[in-house]
DNA sequence: CGCTTAGTTGAAGCGAATCAAAACTAGTGG
DNA sequence: CCACTAGTTTTGATTCGCTTCAACTAAGCG
């Protein structure tokens, strides 16, 4: 639980034409020679479930690509209590970017929930960048409008939905974003969140979370494989049961 | 409970150069040139309590400065429940602005809360002045990291805080937004949402939000005169009970 | 002044939290 | 391979905060 300096292969070059998330992420629309540009400035660092990539009131001193892995979004109080308020899936942007300012500080912390890989870049020379490219800070408001419309959707689930709704809905946002990454529509996938995780990103409790997991595997909605792994899910049944 | 297409002094030319907002606002930064491109494509319509800008699921076909009163931004169940989530003060922008892509539609109505009054932008000739002056693309992406950060932030209220946290939270906000745009730091101020609205943004029901307030007035944390005006603030009382 | 809507107050019920413990998993070392 | 430990998940019993339902009061408006 601590943060990582150096681990796992460590530093790697980047490689940014071969990279696996190079056309779904923030580079796609780049030219050959502003790829260039970041290929250069970029560095790539592996986290290991549970280590931070910055904690909250850091130094906002890095940019950020997820390649591979998940991530959380976490805002903690003193007491105990956290709010995930949001996931990092492979080819999500990282740090809030404005092309003013420096000395920002991290909102919240970002922790592996999986092993995770990420492709950073220094903040200062990312700006630099940016302010050459405009097509760079284009794509970057979309990806915010994005994330902003994905904040508001989950307002609305805190603020408004029952416990089984909450559950329903967050295996289905799961469910799609996994698949996505790994396009295959159909076949099960690993959740990459624990139960604690899932009762933070849904401001429920551990045991709430399980049971209403039970209940919709004893409705027949879900079949699971062990804890993590979801063997299919009756779409229909379950976007009925999430509500709206 | 309508939405309006024609109110009060309706239609108004806009002069930008002497708009209330100007500085707070996304025009703050442009050019005198720049202004006047505004100027032109821009209209005034006021809007009275409970009408409509926009509502949920409407084609997306302008974009708005709020200039005066405030908004809300409402995301409605079928079976009646609805959560507020987000506040519209003087200055704000409208609109998921997305240089690419146009037949966007509305992710959620817009409805006044106080009399307001918009200053709106046709879609397609706004999108046009951006991708000439890369300034205004600048700032929108700027004031929409903010609204993330917000979101996420009111995410933390609404899955981890509790029912007394919650109201003194949105108390504190309220009231800093509104002494903000008014300038007078230290006389107290008009609620501009009712309990019900209150309710909807806190994610709790009105008979909950009303004797939360009512405990605040109690502990003394609170002076009110009526149901909507705050007299004083124990500022620092209160930021004790929103608790972190 | 009566009518309608907004806000307050009280009593009862319920959904999720809390508390407690058992079942299961995963990792470690003998 | 199994015993041991630490952590996670499930299950059960109980409690509590908020909702619901209902009545009442205050405020705005013809």
């Not at 995930?84 to 922790?111: C, H, K, R, T």
């Not at 494989?225 to 009925?240: I, Q």
């Amino acid at each position: 639980m601590d943060t990582v300096t150096e681990i796992g292969p460590g530093k790697e070059p980047a490689l940014c034409a071969a990279c696996a998330v190079r056309n779904s992420s923030l580079c796609g629309a780049l030219s050959a020679e502003e790829l260039h540009g970041l290929n250069i400035i970029s560095r790539r660092k592996t986290f290991e479930r549970g280590q931070f990539h910055v904690l909250e009131g850091d130094d906002a001193l890095e940019f950020a690509n997820v390649v591979r892995g998940v991530g959380k979004l976490v805002r903690g109080a003193p007491d105990g209590r956290a709010q995930i308020v949001g996931l990092l899936f492979p080819s999500d942007f990282i740090g809030s970017y404005a092309s003013s300012g420096d000395g920002a500080q991290e909102p919240f912390s970002i922790e592996a929930a999986s092993e995770m890989e990420l492709c950073l870049f220094p903040r200062a020379q990312f700006q630099k960048l940016a302010q050459e490219f405009p097509g760079l800070e284009s794509r970057l408001l979309a990806r915010t409008l994005t994330e902003l419309q994905v904040a508001r959707d989950w307002m609305v689930l805190l603020g408004r939905k029952t416990a089984s709704e909450k559950v329903a809905t967050f295996l289905l946002h799961v469910g799609q974003r996994v698949q996505n990454a790994g396009c295959h529509p159909t076949e099960g996938f690993d959740l990459p969140l624990s139960r604690s995780d899932i009762a933070d990103h849904t401001g429920l409790t551990v045991e709430t979370v399980s049971r209403q997991i039970g209940h919709l595997r004893k409705a027949g909605v879900l079949e699971m494989e062990g804890t993590r792994h979801v063997r299919w899910m009756d779409h229909d049944a379950l976007s009925d049961a999430a509500g709206f």
